[in-house]
């Protein structure tokens, strides 16, 4: 299994802490970046690495940590395409954000595992509320209310190449409304809107729309660790990492 990662963002937010691209925000005297390669590498499931962004900055940061360095683009769709590119002939590629340093080899060997095991085109993770308002008390999320519960997503996608392109118009759509679940309802028809409203649509009818408006067949992977999805957008977030880590060293 290869990976991409997405690191094309720049934050003005972060613009004051000295960093030309969002993903070199150092914390603890590490780029952000570089936790999410060394978490691939961790992965006995993960072969090359292929990244997107500013070529130049990130080779100086991560060198031979990274297989292919695919340069940015303008858009999220167009990023994700040149990072791609190196594994067109693969039945599955990995997708991860530059911005979810708290993730894991481990997280990743269990998500892929997962995926494969549902042996679907494009397979994204979700979390349940609950148990991300357990390890982050008060972290801000954008959530979506369904019959099993209340869910917010991950920064991580398994899907299929060869399925890429031909979801091109409604992928930029979705992705442009990734945090506004309402929006991206809309999207999806009034009866997804409805059910979205009332908190009845099961999980099931969630992937089968999905996969019948991108000719693809989709699955929603439930995971227990809610790292994979708590991204760094704001100063807020950048701090609750750093805390995050220094717990993380006090217990050992």
Do not use: H
């Not at 000719?215 to 790292?227: F, G, H, L, R």
């Amino acid at each position: 299994m290869n990976a991409v990662v997405l690191a094309g963002d720049n934050k003005r937010d972060f613009v004051q802490l000295g960093v030309e691209n969002k993903s070199l925000l150092p914390i603890n005297g590490k780029p952000m970046v570089e936790y999410v390669v060394d978490a691939l590498r961790c992965s006995s499931l993960i072969g090359k690495i292929s990244i997107s962004g500013p070529e130049k900055l990130l080779k100086s940061v991560l060198g031979s940590k990274v297989d292919f360095y695919a340069g940015e683009r303008e858009s999220m769709f167009d990023n994700i395409t040149a990072g791609i590119r190196p594994f067109a002939g693969e039945p599955a590629v990995l997708v991860v954000t530059s911005d979810i340093p708290m993730i894991t080899g481990e997280m990743i060997t269990d998500f892929i595992q997962c995926s494969l095991a549902q042996e679907g085109d494009f397979c994204y993770p979700i979390v349940e509320k609950q148990l991300n308002d357990m390890e982050f008390p008060g972290v801000e999320r954008t959530y979506v209310r369904l019959k099993e519960g209340t869910f917010t997503g991950g920064n991580i996608t398994l899907f299929n190449p060869a399925k890429w392109e031909q979801c091109e118009e409604l992928v930029k759509s979705l992705i442009r409304f990734r945090k506004k679940p309402l929006k991206t309802a809309k999207l999806l028809g009034f009866k997804f809107l409805l059910g979205l409203l009332l908190g009845t649509l099961p999980i099931n009818k969630v992937e089968e729309r999905f996969g019948s408006l991108l000719q693809i067949d989709a699955a929603a992977i439930s995971v227990n660790y809610p790292e994979i999805g708590n991204d760094v957008d704001k100063p807020s977030d950048l701090e609750m990492v750093k805390r995050y880590f220094e717990s993380k060293a006090k217990v050992f």
